[in-house]
């Protein structure tokens, strides 16, 4: 059985840093794409980051906002976790942030997707 579990959230000033981490068990994780998304109250989910099974990354480089210049994706296969490190936090990344994880099954082509519970992040003004 598949597990996602995300934490690492909580209460933080403006301006502070906190590193979200998502620990997964329950398949290859070193073969699976990891993803960040959070979700604003009464907003839509919008993706934040990625790292590849390859260690490539991306991040969300829309013009509204300045997210890859603050947060940094990584991956410790070792321990099957992944890691959000958000510095400069403002008020508007305040969000409860889940993980995505895309397994890819070789022997079928097939993608499965997993999402956590989520984790929680206030940035107080």
């Known amino acids: 059985q598949v597990q996602v579990v995300e934490s690492g959230g909580g209460l933080v000033q403006a301006g502070g840093s906190v590193t979200l981490s998502c620990q997964v068990s329950g398949l290859t994780f070193s073969s699976s794409d990891v993803a960040w998304h959070r979700q604003a109250l009464g907003k839509e989910r919008e993706f934040v980051a990625k790292i590849r099974s390859s260690g490539r990354k991306t991040y969300n480089e829309a013009s509204d906002n300045d997210m890859k210049d603050r947060f940094t994706i990584s991956r410790d296969n070792a321990k099957n976790t992944v890691f959000l490190q958000m510095t400069n936090l403002k008020p508007e990344d305040t969000a409860v942030y889940y993980c995505?994880?895309?397994?890819?099954?070789?022997?079928?082509?097939?993608?499965?997707?997993?999402w956590g519970q989520g984790t929680q992040v206030t940035v107080s003004s």
């Open positions: 995505k994880v895309d397994e890819f099954t070789a022997s079928t082509g097939l993608v499965s997707t997993h």
